[in-house]
Nanobody
Framework: QVQLVESGGGLVQAGGSLRLSCAAS????????MGWFRQAPGKEREFVAT????????YYADSVKGRFTISRDNAKNTVYLQMNSLKPEDTAVYYC????????????????WGQGTQVTVSS
């Protein structure tokens, strides 16, 4: 069992930056690939970024590539999402998730989810 708690969301102007954190419970954090997803009002939850268990591989949605960076610190049981050059269309609830196998871009590959943190980008 893995429990995930996101933090770091908030209100920011377009062009600004935010850093999201996701703290995981348990001693097996390094056994999971981690991902970030987001869900805007009235839309499906969509993939944002994923990172492998040791952090050696990452993958991003085209919409955030070059602006967002996913990283992890296994000693701190934490995964991060650095978001730069934010746009109003990045406004959503951001969720972190844990996958017991390799990195993935679909929700079904992830077994554990956090409660989400709101990111609002004003124009």
């Amino acid at each position: 069992q893995v429990q995930l708690v996101e933090s770091g969301g908030g209100l920011v102007q377009a062009g600004g930056s935010l850093r999201l954190s996701c703290a995981a419970s348990g001693r097996t954090f390094s056994s999971y690939a981690m991902g970030w997803f987001r869900q805007a009002p009235g839309k499906e939850r969509e993939f944002v970024a994923t990172i492998s268990r040791r952090g050696s591989s990452t993958y991003y949605a085209d919409s955030v590539k070059g602006r967002f960076t996913i990283s992890r610190d296994n000693a701190k049981n934490t995964v991060y999402l650095q978001m730069n050059s934010l746009k109003p269309e990045d406004t959503a609830v951001y969720y972190c998730a844990a996958a017991p196998r390799s990195i993935g871009t679909t929700k079904i590959e992830y077994d554990y989810w956090g409660q989400g943190t709101q990111v609002t980008v004003s124009s």
